[in-house]
Every structure is written in structure tokens, then in C-alpha cells.
């Protein structure tokens, strides 16, 4: 399994050569590396050479500079202890190991430098492009035509078990093929991708020149001002920084390239079913439109417009059935849609017994403006402390004026969508002292439990004995005995609930009547 660390987009023209365009996150190294300051300043001189050795160069036929040659033996200090340092290498070493030859492109292109590794899909553009540069010096003789691009993904190996959004090999291969053949459909149609990487290309000469000037010592900008610089100039930049947060989030992309052409993509594993199945008494959490801007296509199904119009996380899958006339299998079926694509959440539906916790994250306090400018009669600081300490959602409310509450309400699925807090589920522990001399011997009952989680564990043998000898069979009672399989920590109280259909008062009357036996837990249950 890989997670993904920083993505890089290099191309080849007929007079620069092989070239770093934009490249997120930004490198970590203080200063711009000699390797790079010595291409720049050999690249002016290299224009004196005749077009047809360019083209030589470019095909392959004769070798590359002998400057690139040296820096690829040379030790180059990244100024960083990260293992993916070989992300964070110079430009001029980056740039031809991720650009291949004309005969290995329009196909999957993978490098592996130390523990990174990069997978990208090179593209060969047809020559005769509408839209070319003149050389730096303005020299209409040497016209600069974009021949080859490469968006590139540098991916971490980690293990199978890893926290955080991580895939397959495969998985980033189709990935950045069909961010590929996006880019090149748009620079078919419109020339986008020449005309964006001459914008970028001129950006980062001026930052390169900028770096020579030795009376600006103090003055120079630094790698975060030139990708600054590059995100504020140019759509290409922006997307493909979008492409990144995308799969370091969710694991989902959605962008549409100059605004025309869209690449929706995931790099989750559709054949990975989860433990437990989606409830009736769960609901439906839209995630903010910012996680899914592009919207919906034009030929989307009309039941999933209308299930996402009236979802609310009050509302429950089987209250939601009957408003929508949709069969709760549909239901379920679009949800899981929408959550395999990082369109909403699956939740718990908020009620008052529910129980909220802030979460441990350390970034809290960049939610902060966005909290100010959509609740101003809430202190964001305020909130987070209210959710320090496990209370139901009805004490919270009570605390509030009745102007104040509807805003509270909107105020916690604001934090639920963005995974500051986590509901607490309550679970009831059966308590039953083993007998000396007792070995737990797991019978195939125990292990059918571990390969169906969801599934009750029956009552073993010394607790069906210490509850027969209760002498007790009253209703109260025979219900004990009925739900005891559920009381393992499995189960939680909503769930108990909707397999048996019962109340939460009839419930709890079992608890508190079976005090020396049963005990009441508040857990962070499954997702």
C-alpha cells in the first residue's frame, strides 16, 4: 500500500528541455540547490545551439548535455531528515528522471528513488501546436513548443494497516492516466496545457533570476513565495494542487480541468466491504460543498438529486424512506454511493440522547474563521470546551436560550462534518464472575464471531448456569436472557434496539434492574 506525498508535473520543449513546472508541497530546502542555479545559468548559452541538435536531443538520438550527466553523480544535500527526501531533490535532477524518452510515453512511466516512488503516464504531444514562445532573448527564430508533459505522483510505501487515505499501485496508475488523457484532450482542443506552462515557466525563470541577484541577499523569495506565486497565476497550479488534497483527504478527485474537461476518480477499494451494515436509524451526513464543488452530473439520476436535496441528520433512513418513496434498499444503495465518494457520511441520527466528544486533532484552530463567519452568536473556543467532557445533545440544549438552540444543532453537524468531534455509543457489559477451575475453550460459535462482527455472541456455559440459578422468570427476566448475546461491547444501545425492536426505556429497565450483573459504558463505537 502507498499513501500519496507530494505530486510533480514536468515537461519537455524543443528549446528548454526537460522542466519542472509545479511541484506540491513545497520543497523543504532552504535555498535554491547549485545544480539548479548552474542549469540556469548554462540554459541562455544552450540556445546558440542549432535547432536540429535540439530536436536530436529531444528524439533521443544523441545524449543530453554532459551538465545533466554530472549532476546525476553528484551528492545532493536536500537540508531535510524526511524519508522522502528524493521528493525534495533540484528541479534539474527531478525533471529528465521523470521525463523518459518519446518510445516510453502514452503508457504507465514509474521511477523509484530511495523509498518514494513515482508513477505517472507521459504523454508524446503531435507537433504543429497553435501556441508557441519565443526564446528569452525574443529571438523569433528559435520558437519554444511544448512536446512531452508528465503529471506525477510520489507515493510512500506504508503498511496494509496504516492510518490515513492510502491505495494501490494500480489504483494511481488509472489515476494518472486519466489525468493524462485529460490534459491532453484540453491541449487538442484549446492549446490549455501549452499556454499554462509558458505562464509557469516564465514564473519560475524570473524567480531563478531573482536568486542571481547577489545586492538582494536578504530580499531573495524563498521556495513557499514561488509556489505562492505559481497558485495565484495559474488554473493548472490550482488544479493540480486540488488533485493533491484530494487524495491526501479522501481519496477521491474530482476537478475539472480548465473548466471543461472533469476527472472523477478514486483510489479506495471498491471490494472492501465494511464490518457492519447501514441501519435504518442511521442517517445520511452531507459533507460540506466544498468536498464535492463540481456538483453532479448532467445525466445523474434523479433519485439521488432527491435523496441528496432531503437529507438532514435528523432525519432517519426509515423517516427519509417515506418522504422520498424511495425502498430502503435504494436508500442504502445511494448512501454508500455517496460515501464510497466522499459526499457525505453515514451517522448515528442526532437525537437528544445522543453523546458527542471532541476529537484529539492538533488542528483545531484552522476552523476557526470559517466557524466565526457561519455561527457569530457562538464562541468557536466556547464550543470545543462544551465538548471536553461526554454530555447527551439534550443537556447541552438545555443550557441555551430557545433563539439559541436551532443555531447549537446546526452548530454540532458543522463539527461532525468536518470530524471535530465523535459520537460516544452506549454499550451494556453482562458481568458474570467465572467459576474456579474454568477455561475458555472457543468453540466455532466464538469464531464465526470474528468472522461476522456484527453477529451476537451466544452465552457460554457458566453464565447460562449462574442465570438459571436466579430463579427469576418474569418478563423482565426472559428479556435479560434474550438480549444477554448482545451485551458483549459489540452492540451498542441503539443497535440493540432496532434488531429486537424495543425502547430505550425498556431497555434500561433490564440495566436497572440487573445492576450487580450489567454495566453501562460510553465507547466510540464503529464509523
Known amino acids: 500500500m502507498y499513501r500519496v506525498v507530494g505530486i510533480v508535473m514536468v515537461v519537455n520543449t524543443s528549446l528548454g528541455g526537460d522542466l519542472l513546472l509545479f511541484r ?10 547549485d545544480e539548479t542555479m548552474q542549469a540556469f ?31 546525476h553523480n553528484k551528492k545532493v544535500s536536500t537540508d531535510t531528515n524526511d524519508s522522502s527526501s ?74 496494509p494497516d496504516a492510518d490515513g487515505i492510502i491505495g494501490t499501485l494500480p489504483k494511481f496508475r488509472r489515476l494518472t492516466k486519466q489525468l493524462a488523457t485529460a490534459l491532453k484532450h484540453e491541449q487538442i482542443r484549446c492549446d490549455y496545457l501549452s499556454s499554462q506552462a509558458y505562464v509557469l515557466i516564465e514564473i519560475r525563470e524570473a524567480w531563478l ?45 474530482n476537478v475539472r480541468f480548465n473548466n471543461w474537461t472533469t476527472v472523477i476518480a478514486t483510489i479506495k477499494d471498491e471490494d472492501v466491504m465494511p464490518d457492519w451494515p447501514i441501519r435504518p436509524y442511521q442517517t445520511l451526513l452531507m459533507l460540506p460543498k466544498d468536498k464535492w464543488s463540481s456538483g453532479l ?115 454540532v453537524i458543522w463539527l461532525l462534518q468536518r470530524d471535530l468531534i465523535s459520537q460516544l455509543h452506549t454499550y451494556i457489559f453482562l458481568i458474570i464472575p467465572k467459576p474456579d477451575g474454568w477455561t475458555d475453550d472457543v468453540s466455532d460459535e466464538y469464531d464465526l464471531s470474528k468472522a461476522y462482527p456484527a453477529s451476537p455472541i ?22 435479560l436472557k434474550r438480549l444477554c448475546p448482545y451485551f458483549r461491547g459489540k452492540h451498542h444501545v441503539e443497535e440493540i434496539m432496532s434488531r429486537e425492536n424495543i425502547t430505550r426505556e425498556v431497555l434500561f429497565q433490564v440495566v436497572g434492574k440487573y445492576p450487580h450483573i450489567l454495566t453501562v459504558c460510553y465507547l466510540q463505537g464503529p464509523e
Request: net charge neutral; charged share 25%.
Open 86 to 159: 528524493s521528493y525534495h531533490m533540484p528541479s534539474v535532477m527531478l525533471a529528465p528522471m521523470l521525463t523518459p524518452k518519446p518510445i516510453l510515453c502514452n503508457r504507465n512511466f514509474e521511477v523509484t528513488i530511495e523509498e518514494t516512488t513515482f508513477v505517472g503516464f507521459p504523454v508524446l504531444l503531435p507537433q504543429g501546436q497553435k501556441q508557441t514562445r519565443s526564446d528569452p532573448d525574443g529571438n523569433e527564430d528559435h520558437r519554444d513548443e511544448l512536446r512531452v508533459f508528465s503529471v506525477s505522483l510520489a507515493l510512500m510505501r506504508v503498511n
Open 24 to 33: 506540491y508541497p513545497t520543497v523543504v530546502r532552504t535555498k535554491v540547490s
Open 297 to 411: 452530473p448532467s445525466d445523474a439520476s434523479p433519485s439521488l438529486q432527491k435523496v441528496m436535496d432531503m437529507a438532514k441528520p435528523t432525519r432517519s433512513f426509515r423517516e427519509l424512506q417515506s418522504e422520498t418513496d424511495t425502498p430502503l434498499a435504494q436508500l442504502y444503495r445511494i448512501a454508500a454511493h455517496l460515501a464510497f465518494w466522499n459526499c457525505a457520511k453515514i451517522v448515528n441520527t442526532l437525537t437528544k440522547t445522543n453523546v458527542y466528544l471532541l476529537r484529539k486533532l492538533p488542528t483545531y484552530k484552522d476552523f476557526s474563521a470559517e466557524f466565526l463567519s457561519s455561527f457569530p452568536n457562538f464562541r468557536y473556543e466556547e464550543i470545543l470546551e462544551r465538548f471536553s467532557q461526554p454530555k447527551t445533545l439534550g443537556e447541552h440544549i438545555k443550557l441555551l436560550i430557545p433563539a439559541l438552540q436551532k443555531d447549537f444543532v446546526d452548530a
Open 209 to 253: 533570476a531573482a536568486q542571481r541577484d547577489e545586492a538582494n541577499q536578504a530580499m531573495k523569495p524563498d521556495h513557499k513565495a514561488l509556489s505562492s506565486q505559481l497558485l495565484s497565476v495559474s488554473t493548472l497550479a490550482k488544479e493540480l494542487l486540488e488533485v493533491y488534497h484530494s487524495l491526501s483527504t479522501s481519496g477521491c478527485v
Open 458 to 479: 451466544p452465552l457460554r456455559d457458566y453464565e447460562m448456569e449462574y442465570l438459571d440459578k436466579m430463579l427469576d422468570q418474569g418478563e423482565v427476566f426472559l428479556l
Open 41 to 71: 545559468a548554462s540554459q541562455r548559452n544552450s540556445l546558440s545551439t542549432s535547432t536540429d541538435q535540439i530536436r536530436k536531443w529531444n528524439t533521443g538520438t544523441v545524449q543530453k548535455p554532459l551538465m545533466n550527466l554530472e549532476v
